[in-house]
């Protein structure tokens, strides 16, 4: 199963680019790659996702390298409100079909 | 955000209560699941729905059961709850199992058993 490697934690200041790394060396060519961010006492909130090429959509934007092994969220202009921990998912087929493996996550804190 | 109301949103019991927690969704997607999550566990997966009356196990589905009589109402039973399952749990939904389709989440409930 592909795994990710993610920072434990970054701050960014209000109203500047927050850039968060993922590394997922063992990536498969058919496994997606999926972000997603949790907001203290909220469920997983769903970002979004790429299989090679970049994506962006109203949230962000997302750019995996050619070989696939590594991928950057990045948000644009980081508000208050984007403190979260986010998470990226190599979404995995398992015994129970295809289900998402959150690991620990990035803590993101975006600073006034 | 994705039609998904989770209900209640937080209960204590007793430890030997029957609990059952209900996820509601308005979107009408096929895929239902249940997942718990707790510190240094990430979520982890405990029943999913693939239809109306169609369930499958997870990985961590001992001590739970779940049914889905209508598209839109998926539950989950604790038969005899114990202190293990404390948690948070969340339902979530997907229009298909294909891995280019996301799953979305709703708020979760917390569960307290004494």
């Known amino acids: 199963d592909a795994k990710t490697t993610q920072p434990t934690s970054m701050d960014c200041a209000e109203g500047r680019a927050a850039n968060l790394p993922c590394n997922h060396s063992t990536i498969s060519g058919n496994e997606y790659v999926y972000w997603y961010r949790q907001i203290h006492s909220q469920g997983p909130q769903y970002i979004i996702h790429g299989l090679k090429n970049n994506e962006t959509n109203e949230m962000a934007s997302l750019i995996i390298t050619e070989d696939r092994k590594s991928s950057t969220l990045i948000l644009p202009h980081a508000t208050l409100r984007d403190t979260a921990v986010y998470y990226c998912?190599?979404?995995?087929?398992?015994?129970?079909?295809?289900?998402?493996?959150f690991g620990p996550g990035t803590r993101l804190s975006v600073l006034p | 955000d994705a039609g998904i109301t989770q209900s209640p949103r937080h209960k204590v019991t007793e430890t030997g209560t029957p609990v059952t927690l209900r996820c509601h969704q308005t979107e009408n997607h096929r895929y239902m699941y249940w997942y718990r999550q707790d510190p240094g566990h990430g979520l982890r997966l405990i029943h999913y729905s693939y239809g109306v009356k169609d369930t499958d196990k997870g990985e961590v589905s001992d001590g739970y059961s779940v049914s889905r009589s209508k598209t839109e109402d998926f539950l989950l039973t604790l038969e005899s709850a114990t202190s293990s399952q404390t948690s948070v749990y969340f339902c979530a939904i997907s229009e298909s199992i294909l891995t280019s389709q996301p799953q979305h989440f709703g708020d979760g409930t917390r569960l307290s058993i004494l």
């Open positions: 998912i190599v979404r995995v087929r398992d015994n129970y079909g295809q289900n998402f493996v």
